[in-house]
């Protein structure tokens, strides 16, 4: 989530006819820009080269500005795709969508009444003692507002924009025209599976009812914990649109850049056991590694989970194959790694050889640092480059069409977005002891 200093807010769009203006807009505004540019290019003797002409630094912020102001699932897809390694996406539009990962504006007041209105009924004001009408943040969905109970209590409440819920199918739908334009994706690529599991998350990260049910079960699995903290829900404010939880005091993640080499050390191994957790014991996984989800408790050394809109439950045959690919992945060997990455979907039986050698290349540098036994030191590695060099290669390769399935991106989000933010800590981490201990135990064994 991110703030911003306009105090008016920016209204949220609604309405299927209205969304559908706006993307014609920016469409319309693409394709302007697209055309001016191939006349420039035919002027000055040149043959247009269509991808570079829709990636402009105009139709950047052309796009940018126009999912940003649409919020709800528009804003959501962008942000999800710019966790992109290359692998499906252009370089140049990954990195258009990367700054739409905090970009969101808030509801101006009379907005916000409206939507209040209708999920507590008129006179809600009087069930608080203070209600801070201007959010503290503000994201893809929905914003964050504290407010005071006349017993004291200290919420925070989100608040979601209006119009999100219904929006999602067509959102996607439009934003995947836009990703259908020539020169975006390679001819032939079936992005259908991955659409239709970014609106079935969509939907579920619209029911604030369902994020109340995985902010009250990721409480219990985590309750006494040493290293994390999870709010209380407060059940009598939530409806459908709106999730009440209780306010904690804590600082952004990131100011942590500079706290003792121990400290980070510790934050960025609690976090990447998490994620462990998750997919070998828990049977459910936050798929959202957005840094703001995080934050940290000075006096108590606790991380704080914020969001759990974007829960996802692994299927036992999943975490099974993951954890079979974590075997080999230990232990070497390039024909049993090969099986291993086929069962998951890395790619498929009919991909050329020369295709998978790079997937399995790509996937052998990235494990690396889990078989070694020392400390892997995120802050100096150049890992991170190398991955996204490779990435960038296969996905030069215009014939290579395979999509891994939906289910297995999401998690590599996650997993990619953990590497981001112990490297933004640097932080020093033996890997191999961490992942050793979930190689062979049950689920039971490690609760």
């Known amino acids: 989530m991110s703030q911003h200093s306009d105090d008016n807010g920016a209204a949220v769009p609604t309405g299927r006819v209205t969304r559908l203006l706006r993307f014609g807009g920016i469409a319309s505004g693409i394709a302007g820009g697209v055309a001016a540019g191939g006349l420039r290019a035919l002027a000055q003797g040149k043959r247009p080269d269509l991808a570079q002409l829709l ?38 539009l990954t990195l258009i969508l990367a700054r739409m990962r905090d970009d969101a504006r808030h509801m101006p007041p009379k907005q916000l009444q409206t939507v209040l209105n209708a999920e507590w009924g008129p006179g809600w004001y009087s069930r608080f003692a203070r209600f801070e009408v201007r959010p503290f943040a503000a994201a893809s969905i929905g914003q964050v507002h504290r407010a005071i109970l006349p017993d004291g209590r200290d919420l925070a409440i989100k608040v979601q924009y209006p119009g999100v819920r219904a929006s999602i199918d067509s959102d ?71 999730l009440a939880m209780g306010f904690v005091e804590s600082v952004p993640l990131e100011t942590l850049v500079d706290a003792p080499q121990a400290v980070r050390n510790s934050v960025a191994q609690a976090l990447i056991d998490l994620v462990l957790r998750e997919l070998f014991v828990f049977g459910a996984m936050q798929t959202d590694p957005n840094l703001a989800n995080y934050r940290y408790q000075p006096a108590t050394g606790r991380i704080v989970l914020l969001d759990f809109g974007a829960v996802q439950p692994i299927a036992p045959g999943l975490a099974a194959d993951f954890r079979d690919l974590l075997g080999v992945a230990l232990d070497g060997g390039a024909e049993a790694t090969r099986a291993a990455m086929l069962r998951i979907g890395y790619f498929a039986p009919d ?20 078989r070694q036994n020392t400390p892997f030191d995120f802050g100096r590695s150049d890992l991170l480059e190398r991955l996204r060099s490779m990435g960038l290669a296969i996905g030069s390769e215009r014939d290579l069409t395979h999509v891994p399935p939906a289910a297995t991106l999401f998690l590599h989000r996650k997993i990619g977005g953990m590497y981001l933010m112990a ?25």
């Open 423 to 447: 490297a933004k800590l640097r932080a020093q981490i033996a890997l191999r002891p961490m992942v050793e201990a979930y190689r062979h135990a049950n689920a039971g064994d490690l609760r």
């Open 351 to 370: 991909t050329a050889p020369a295709h998978q050698a790079l997937i399995q290349s790509m996937f052998e540098t990235a494990m690396a640092p889990l």
């Open 172 to 242: 996607v739908d439009n934003v995947a025209a836009l990703l259908r334009l020539p020169g975006v994706l390679p001819r032939g690529m079936d992005v259908a599976p991955l659409l239709t599991e970014a609106k079935r998350q969509l939907h579920g990260e619209a029911d604030y009812l369902a994020e109340a049910g995985h902010l009250t079960h990721f409480g219990a699995l985590l309750a006494g914990s040493a290293q994390f903290m999870v709010p209380a829900l407060h059940e009598a404010l939530c409806t459908p649109q709106v």
């Open 55 to 92: 990636l402009t630094p105009a139709n950047t912020l052309r796009l940018t500005e126009g999912l940003s102001h649409l919020r709800g699932a528009a804003l959501k897809l962008g942000q999800m795709l710019s966790m992109d390694t290359g692998l499906v996406l252009p370089d140049e």
